[in-house]
């Protein structure tokens, strides 16, 4: 197989675009995420889309197919949620293994089976690590402003568990995203360290930092040049951003990145901006036109979609880019 690398110095590479809305889609319901084996679970689980790899492997197998024959050459695997910290909300923290393996096994699958058909566009799994519901640099408790509700230390073996897994599953790589708090993913980035090296081996990682507000920040307070320099010191394939924003408004932040490092940039933004009832309703086309101006701009290696996106968005994505060079990977004086 190509090295990823390698491909992303000749073009530019399409990510898959929004799982969950996909699965709202089959309008699964409590019954249906409980499956046959979970029917007797002491605690509701309608909601918990991860734990569809296990009771709804085919649907998630469709969703990644549908996705690359959109024309996306990376699938994230359906793990946003996998780790201790999340499940416990379910209280299925002893099936975080099993959940992140089986779904980098359902991605591999299908990707192998692209892969297979069409050599010369061979086709990834990206482990997707999602920020957890927990934050370790801020407090929930706006009366207790030194409280944490979780530490780094449990973040980093959290982390560690699920990027094992997801290995051992069968990603190519792992992509940290939806990044509000640096602190998060530098226990993430931190894991992964830890088994590369436990491992003896290399693997590509991916961070995306989500910009939550007007002014430019992500949620622990950081700007776009900030959360840059914050995850520098680690060697990484890509830095962008995903979530929260329409591809419109992602556009400055992706001109800092993209002058101030020599990785690649990806991006995965929203479907636009969510309107009153939280729904995004950017159409393909609509979003197409704004992911045009990143690539006319040069400021992309990697772009897909993030919550609202559908294969109908991927594929005019894919058509779109396709037309262009890639930024180039230089590392910037
Ligand atoms: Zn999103």
């Not at 991860?50 to 197919?65: C, F, G, K, Y």
């Not at 990785?263 to 901006?273: E, I, Q, T």
């Not at 609202?308 to 991927?314: K, L």
Request: aromatic fraction near 8%.
């Amino acid at each position: 197989m190509m090295d990823i690398k390698d491909i992303l110095q000749e073009r530019i590479l399409v990510l898959d675009g929004a799982m969950g809305t996909m699965l709202q889609r089959y309008k699964f319901e409590e019954e249906d995420f409980r499956g046959d084996r979970f029917k007797d679970w002491e605690h509701p689980l309608k909601g918990n889309n991860d734990l569809l790899s296990l009771t709804q492997p085919e649907a998630i197998a469709e969703v990644h197919r549908k996705y690359f024959e959109a024309g996306a050459d990376i699938v994230e695997t359906n793990t946003f949620s996998g780790t201790s910290i999340a499940m416990a909300d379910y209280h299925m923290q002893d099936l975080v293994y099993e959940l992140n393996y089986e779904s980098a096994k359902i991605a591999k699958k299908v990707a192998d089976e692209f892969t297979a058909k069409e050599p010369q566009k061979p086709r990834f799994v990206a482990g997707s690590i999602g920020p957890t519901n927990k934050t370790a640099s801020m407090s929930p408790d706006v009366n207790d402003p030194g409280f944490r509700a979780v530490s780094f230390d449990e973040l980093r073996l959290a982390y560690k568990e699920q990027v094992e897994a997801l290995l051992d599953g069968g990603a190519d790589l792992l992509l940290v995203e939806t990044i509000f708090d640096t602190l998060n993913a530098k226990a993430a980035l931190f894991a992964i360290e830890e088994v590369k090296e436990e491992r003896n081996i290399d693997v590509p990682i991916m961070v995306s930092g989500t910009i939550t507000d007007a002014s430019g920040r992500t949620l622990s307070g950081q700007t776009a040049e900030a959360f840059l320099i914050s995850i520098s010191h680690i060697p990484i394939l890509s830095v962008g951003f995903n979530c929260a924003l329409g591809a419109k408004q992602l556009v400055p932040h992706l001109e800092v990145v993209s002058a101030k490092t020599g990785y690649a940039v990806s991006a995965h933004p929203n479907a636009g901006l969510p309107n009153a009832f939280g729904e995004y309703d950017e159409t393909p086309e609509q979003m197409a036109a704004q992911i045009k101006e990143y690539v006319e701009k040069g400021l992309v290696n990697i772009v897909g979609g993030c919550c609202g996106t559908t294969p109908e968005h991927i594929k005019e994505i894919a058509n779109i880019v396709k037309e262009y060079q890639p930024r180039k990977l230089v590392v910037p004086a």
